[in-house]
């Protein structure tokens, strides 16, 4: 199957129910720093989000929805540009937390770009995201419709019309 194709079929339940899903995804696996800031404000301090950025976490977490993604997308669809974009994100991403990681043994050596450090990393997390929740889509498409949905609202209608009567 084709993901762009699979993707312009695509119902709104089916973006709904990916991106409850996705959504379910980030917050569950950036709870460490949302439970973090929480700590922070308990203890009386201001969190800023440069502080969770400084040392590529999110390098971490766009690599740790890759993984599975690029699984997703080679079991929904033919090899393409998108599985390439998708290996390109991974690697770049564990290129550059290897690089922090290094720059912290050379650290009076290596000065690490911080700003770059988190632009890059928000914006490698978005497209993580985006792609992961493209993919999900498009395996909700070929899962089927969701008969356990259409039968409770076959149910809800036929209650609702027998209230009326």
């Not at 632009?119 to 992961?132: D, E, G, P, Q, W």
Request: proline letters at 4%; charged letters at 15%.
């Amino acid at each position: 199957m084709e993901l762009l194709s699979d993707l312009r079929n695509a119902t709104l339940g089916h973006w709904r129910q990916a991106g409850l899903w996705i959504l379910m995804v980030v917050m569950g696996g950036l709870f460490p720093l949302w439970g973090g800031a929480l700590l922070f404000v308990l203890w009386g301090q201001s969190p800023s989000l440069p502080l969770f950025l400084s040392h590529g976490e999110f390098y971490i977490y766009s690599a740790a929805i890759m993984a599975p993604t690029l699984y997703v997308l080679l079991s929904i669809c033919r090899f393409g540009i998108v599985h390439i974009i998708s290996i390109m994100v991974l690697l770049v991403n564990a290129v550059l937390f290897a690089g922090i990681l290094s720059s912290n043994s050379f650290a009076p050596i290596i000065d690490v770009d911080k700003v770059f450090l988190r632009s890059s990393s928000i914006v490698l997390l978005a497209l993580s995201i985006f792609i992961t929740l493209c993919a999900r889509v498009a395996e909700n498409i070929q899962r089927g419709p969701d008969v356990r949905g259409m039968q409770r609202r076959a149910y809800d209608e036929l209650e609702a019309d027998l209230d009326t009567l």
